[in-house]
């Protein structure tokens, strides 16, 4: 069977969506040809719309069961599609729900129940994500998965008037899940040793971290805070230029390490680095409660790094 039109699945998080990339470059390597459909939500349409690897991208609003106007619509979308391949890298219950809203079964890569190419692995939900994707693609014939290239993306950095050199600070994380954050006042004596070192803290963080960040440069005015400034695409260029990178197990850190910077990644007992941390060159350390991580210890993991550099 030709494959003329290829849909991929990725709905999120941002963290999930970084480890996609590769895959995402896999997928089109091997449908050169195709037309290929991203199906995302919205907070990925930046990025989305600017990967190379897409010819259309479209955003799924996520539509519950009491909205049947809109699953009608959804399903109506999807069928129009004519896929011949889905590749379900969300393998969720949701995404896996859409085979069965195809109505003609496409070949389909995924965990949906009666798919043509199931990732047959019972082991799979103990797997890191990137060993899971890959391994997954491999049962669907894609036996080549490359490490993201992110040399596409283009940013322009000049309207932040950085320092130079300097490191990114990731302070912030999701607002329901606090236990994954280190507390502020270590970043911000974090921020007054990399000054003492003449090295520019750079805070990266969204709108609603706005006030966190400006506690941590009220402590260290020489620190650059970017709250709310930056976009996906600008983190990863801002990545590129940075000596090193230290944050809580966030998205923008798997942007950040995904841009092949030197980082070092906080966890607490709220998630697993041996299934979600970021690859390259990273340094994860992990406490049960990130209170009881000093602020030694990460000085010393990223003075390790910047002398391995």
Known sequence: MTIRRVLVIK????GDFVQALGPFSAIRAHHP?????????RPFAEMAHACPWFDEVWL???????????????????????????YDLQTSDR???????MGRAPQWSGIAPGCSHPHANPKRDVMHTIERQREQLAMAGITEVPPP??????SDLVRF?????YVLLCPGGAAHRPAKRWPSERFAALAVWLAERSVGPVLLGTDKEAEQ???IGAACPQVVDLAGRTSALDIIALARDALAAVGNDTGPMHLIAAGGCPSVVLFSHESDPSL???????TVLRRPRLSDLGETEVETALARLLDGL
Do not use: N
């Open 11 to 14: 709905l999120g998080a941002l």
């Open 33 to 41: 040809d195709a037309h290929i459909t991203l199906l995302t939500t």
């Open 60 to 86: 799924d609003d996520k539509p519950s069961l009491w909205q049947p106007a809109k699953l009608m619509e959804l399903r109506r979308t999807l069928r129009q599609g004519r896929f011949d391949r889905v």
């Open 95 to 101: 995404s896996s729900s859409y085979f069965r809203l």
């Open 149 to 154: 290239d992110l040399s596409w993306i283009k």
């Open 161 to 165: 008037g950085l320092p130079h050199p």
């Open 213 to 215: 960040l400006a506690a």
């Open 276 to 282: 979600c941390a970021p690859r390259g060159k990273v």
